[in-house]
């Protein structure tokens, strides 16, 4: 393997058969360089979904209410149905132990936020300490609500980034003051939210501020609760279903609602459409999967082919060979050394090049469905292996056929 | 140099068997020019091949420079033809993408001699065929009989023990064939063993001794009158 001599004729023959080592080296290099932009491009679509649907936390279950489209025990449809402080402690009694994070909200869609001389219109929202973790919220500097700012429905507020910089023109906020709907806010924190520019609009302040200065009363918009997760992501769902389903049947009851009524209470388990967006990134990842493998198969069985045309093509040349004295080992040896080496080559050209493809052409998509398209080195090198060996293997058999016919059967053949 | 006795040689294909040599006994002494001739049929290609290692027979002894040449692998015929053979064909039998001076190197290759050696040797051979300053070029660049010097300055590389030629004239016209001869008589006048096969009665006459085959055995084996090549070119 290690021979001089060797890869001297090696290089010798490869230089003197331009095309043919050309041909090989394009199927080996464009499989795998097809396979790392499809596997790339899975991950990024992995990518891209999960970062869409992990702006929120992914086992959360959130309670909004509509009104009722159906008459239930005498009372009649059209019913706006209000969730109220208390409706959120019924359904906290009933299932506290499962429950790992909790927050009940009052919002205003569109509040005028002021700073200095400029102003936007945002979300404002009154919330509970929780919040955060429900809504997957960075914090970027200072803090976000406190229990303490509950308690003492103090007039603090959390602003999101894009608040920052539309507002702010590069000053720091904190501690600064916010005018909502003219009331004066002081700025805790800045946070930042996986769910981009529409989640960083929003202002958070302290539920029992936001029920006390908006006149809300004992008033709540919608609540969210994560649920702790099971060990098993099967049993997890399962767990979760069960307590969303709990959590309707309650607030349904409190609210003397039909049970079959859509509308006016709704409960979103975010955990059973995380189970489905994950199997649809595992579906998507399989197709890719499969349709890469069969490019590399498809690659084999070319450089297979090749490999056959190449060793018919030089039955003759591998007679001369022999009858000069070539050992019929040194002729299977050298055709696999040279086809290892040919792949072994194209195959690297091949990923590197796809690697890099990636690398650069990655951060130019501007898609929210595709986030960094990127292929894990390992298996890539792996398939560059896979590759290289059964070319080998492919190569082997009609080398070491060729090498066992009588020299005298290869100077004939024509 | 080479003994052979009782040769004999079938071919099967499918149920016909043919009967290709039928016992043939013949010494070859070292230093000799011996031409094998016959119509086509008679086996002195087949008889050409076997004493070449490229074929085996199935009875009957041969012996190469005191060593029995029997059931040989490919390992040991490979070695043994390295060693002793040197092959010119009918067809030059040239690598067609290696040049001329590669060509002749191949040999020495297989026998495991340095590249620097290797090109030395090869370039020595190749002016001794003349063909020096054609060393570069590739087989497709050069004519019948440059091409068939060069296949004899690679027969010639390994400095085997015997040579041996397959028709090496008969693709090559009177003249060619006329210079060919001379190169090889050249060859004999300093010792080597050298067998031709071939058809045709002039180039026959230029060796030492012509056997005579028909339908697989000797039916005449007499030293002629030598015809130098020289004389005609």
Known sequence: MFDIERWQEIFETLSKNKLRTFLTGLSVASGIFILVILLGFSEGIANGVKSQFEQDATNKISVWTGVTTKGYKGLNPGRYIQLKNTNFDAVENAYDDFFEYRTKDYMIWGGTVTYNNETGNYRVRGTMPDNQFIENADIGSGRFISQSDIEETKKVAVIGNKIKTDLFNGEDPINQNIQVFGMNFKVVGVFYDPGGDREEGQVYIPLTTAQKVFNAGENIRNMAFTVKMADNFDEAVAMSNAIALGIEQKVKEIHTVAPDDVSAVRVNNTLEQAQKIYSLIATIRAVFWFVGIGTIIAGIVGVGNIMLIIVKERTKEIGIRKALGALPMSIVGMILQEAVFVTMFSGLFGLIFGLGLLELVGPLIESDFIKYPQVDFNIALTTVFLLVFAGALAGFIPAYRAAMIKPIDALRDE | ?233
Do not use: C
């Not at chain 2, 033809?81 to 002749?104: E, M, P, T």
């Open chain 2, 1 to 233: 140099m080479i003994q052979i006795k009782d040769l004999h040689k079938s071919y099967h294909m499918g149920t016909n068997s043919l009967h290709v040599l039928k016992g043939i006994n013949f010494d070859v002494k070292e230093g000799e020019l011996v031409s094998i001739m016959g119509s086509s049929g008679s086996g002195k290609s087949t008889l050409l091949n076997i004493l070449g290692m490229l074929d085996e027979a199935d009875e009957g002894q041969y012996i190469l420079d005191g060593v029995p040449i029997k059931n040989l692998n490919e390992k040991i015929a490979a070695q043994y033809r390295n060693q002793f053979l040197g092959f010119i064909f009918q067809s030059f039998n040239l690598i067609n993408y290696k040049s001329a001076l590669d060509n002749v190197s191949m040999p020495l290759y297989y026998k495991g001699v340095k590249r620097k050696e290797r090109t030395e040797k090869a370039m020595h051979y190749l002016e001794k065929v003349g063909l020096a300053q054609w060393s570069h070029h590739l087989p497709s660049e050069l004519s019948g009989g440059q091409k068939q010097r060069v296949a004899i300055a690679r027969a010639l590389a390994s400095d085997p023990k015997v040579l041996l030629a397959d028709e090496p004239t008969g693709a090559l016209d009177t003249k060619t064939s006329y210079e060919v001869m001379d190169l090889i008589q050249g060859i004999n006048d300093e010792g080597k063993t050298i067998l031709v096969v071939t058809h045709e009665d002039d180039i026959a006459h230029m060796t030492k001794r012509i056997v005579n085959l028909k339908d697989g055995v000797i039916i005449d084996d007499s030293p002629v009158e030598q015809i130098r090549a020289s004389a005609h070119v």
